[in-house]
Nanobody
Framework: QDQLVESGGGWVQAGGALRLSCAAA????????MGWFRQAPGKEREFVAG???????TVAESLKGRFTISRDNAKITVDLQMSSLKPEDTAVYYC?????????????????WGQGTQVTVSS
């Protein structure tokens, strides 16, 4: 079964760091742009960062300097490194795949989604 699987979520104190990883199981995503989104309780899902297979990347303006995205095409994994975490970063983080080179910033552009991983930042 084709799927994206996120890992690395958990609980962290404010100011800490977490690294999320997304692995593609049963599917090649070599021609796909990969994105990370997040959804906090009571809020809409929002774009966090994305990267294509050439390494072109986009990070949400409000998260630049704290979040970085990387990709290992050989391992078919996409990582999201989060640092200086704040309580407002608490959300379920989702990995998604979009066919093509363009890194979309809207969730309805993405074709495949993972189940999500919870990130909780305590003050």
């Amino acid at each position: 079964q084709d799927q994206l699987v996120e890992s690395g979520g958990g609980w962290v104190q404010a100011g800490g760091a977490l690294r999320l990883s997304c692995a593609a199981a049963g599917r090649t995503v070599s021609n796909y742009a990969m994105g990370w989104f997040r959804q906090a309780p009571g809020k809409e899902r929002e774009f966090v960062a994305g990267i294509n297979w050439l390494g072109g990347r986009t990070v949400a303006e409000s998260l630049k300097g704290r979040f970085t995205i990387s990709r290992d095409n050989a391992k078919i994994t996409v990582d999201l490194q989060m640092s200086s975490l704040k309580p407002e970063d608490t959300a379920v983080y989702y990995c998604a795949a979009l066919y093509g080179l363009r890194v979309g910033v809207k969730d309805d552009e993405y074709e495949y989604w993972g189940q999500g991983t919870q990130v909780t930042v305590s003050s």
